[in-house]
């Protein structure tokens, strides 16, 4: 019988279980980082979504700070209407907001 090759993790160097990415190793979608044992995979994957929830985060900001400029040059409203409008937009935004650290700690080594 011959040896089964034995796979690494990445991150910790620990053994992975698998051998290779023919036998559903752990690796990015992009396949360029990897492989994970599980411990360190549920870290990657604990960190992909928060970096998604900042991500998405960033755009609704981008968009509410680009409303905002837009108002500036709205001749049609009196500055009062204008800082009504950038308050209202700015409440909207805040709203999808959620606390910037992340809820959980991922595994520690």
Not at 58 to 79: C, I, P, S
Request: glycine content about 10%.
């Amino acid at each position: 019988m011959g040896t089964r090759p034995r796979e690494y993790c990445c991150a910790c160097d620990a053994p992975t279980g698998r051998a290779g990415q023919g036998e559903d190793s752990l690796h990015t979608d992009s396949g360029d980082l990897g492989p994970y044992c599980e411990d360190c995979w549920g870290d990657v994957e604990f960190w992909r979504g928060y970096a998604d929830k900042l991500r998405n985060q960033t755009e609704v900001l981008l968009a509410a700070l680009k409303n905002m400029g837009a108002l500036h040059f709205r001749y049609d409203l009196t500055q009062q209407e204008r800082e009504e409008k950038c308050g209202e937009i700015a409440r909207a935004a805040g709203s999808v907001f959620e606390p910037v650290e992340p809820a959980i700690e991922p595994a520690k080594k």
